[in-house]
């Protein structure tokens, strides 16, 4: 099973900073397969990211994300008050099971 | 609009068994794999299982291997997930969810809470 980590475990940022969030895998992860979900308070996950660097629909550009092998980066680039939320990252589509990091929760500082 | 309804959800005791339902609405149901994917109170996300949109393929995760069965209805839009031998750390919010391209999961369904305890 593929491990991921996400760091850090908690972003404390003001709005209009950049973020940066980190996941790494326990082994190496095929690009295609690894996949960027937000999620708020009382609501289901929502896809951002797909193939380690493809926006979902809608997903505005402030969003993006990197990497490859076994370390994946996501960046939003100006905090708006609706980005704060949890953040997972997930590798799927290869050889299951699917796995989700544990998440990092961007906060307002 | 995609609309996945999910169903079922409630308070059973540990040893029991529950039948999941998500309708699905807005897309063409039998040309998607789905999952479903469970939630902890105040946890992270956990991918529970995956059936092909031909229902030929699935997946499980370990945890719930030889108790849960996912299975779907194309003719029905439906898709299940029969839970049996349910444990105290089955308790969570559980999500229909769709399949995009095998590259990730693309629309959530708002999901129905499982409580198993005693």
């Known amino acids: 099973e593929i491990v991921l980590t996400q760091s850090p475990g908690t972003l404390s940022l003001s709005p209009g900073e950049r973020a940066t969030l980190s996941c790494r895998a326990s082994?190496?992860?095929?690009?295609?397969?690894l996949a960027w979900y937000q999620q708020k308070p009382g609501q289901a996950p929502r896809l951002l990211m797909y193939?380690?660097?493809s926006r979902a629909t809608g997903i505005p550009d402030k969003f993006s994300g990197s990497g490859s092998g076994t370390d994946f980066t996501l960046t939003i680039s100006r905090l708006e008050p609706e980005d704060f939320a949890v953040y997972y990252c997930?590798?799927?589509?290869?050889?299951?099971?699917?796995?989700f990091g544990q998440g990092t929760k961007v906060e307002s500082k | 609009e995609v609309q996945l309804v999910e169903s079922g959800g409630g308070l059973v005791q540990p040893g029991g068994s529950l039948r999941l339902s998500c309708e699905a609405s807005?897309?063409?149901?039998?040309?998607?794999?789905m999952n479903w994917v469970r939630q902890a109170p105040g946890k992270g996300l956990e991918w529970v299982s995956y059936?092909?949109?031909?229902?030929?393929?699935?997946y499980y995760a370990d945890s719930v291997k030889g108790r849960f069965t996912i299975s779907r209805d194309n003719a029905r839009n439906s898709l299940f997930l029969q839970m049996n031998s349910l444990r105290a750390e089955d308790t969570a919010v559980y999500y229909c969810?769709?399949?995009?391209?095998?590259?990730?999961?693309?629309?959530w369904g708002q999901g129905t809470l499982v409580t198993v305890s005693s």
């Open positions: 193939g380690a660097s």
């Open positions: 969810a769709r399949d995009f391209y095998d590259f990730g999961i693309d629309y």
């Open positions: 807005g897309f063409t149901f039998s040309r998607d794999s």
């Open positions: 997930q590798q799927y589509g290869g050889s299951p099971p699917w796995t």
């Open positions: 082994q190496s992860v095929s690009s295609s397969s």
């Open positions: 059936i092909s949109y031909t229902g030929l393929t699935i």
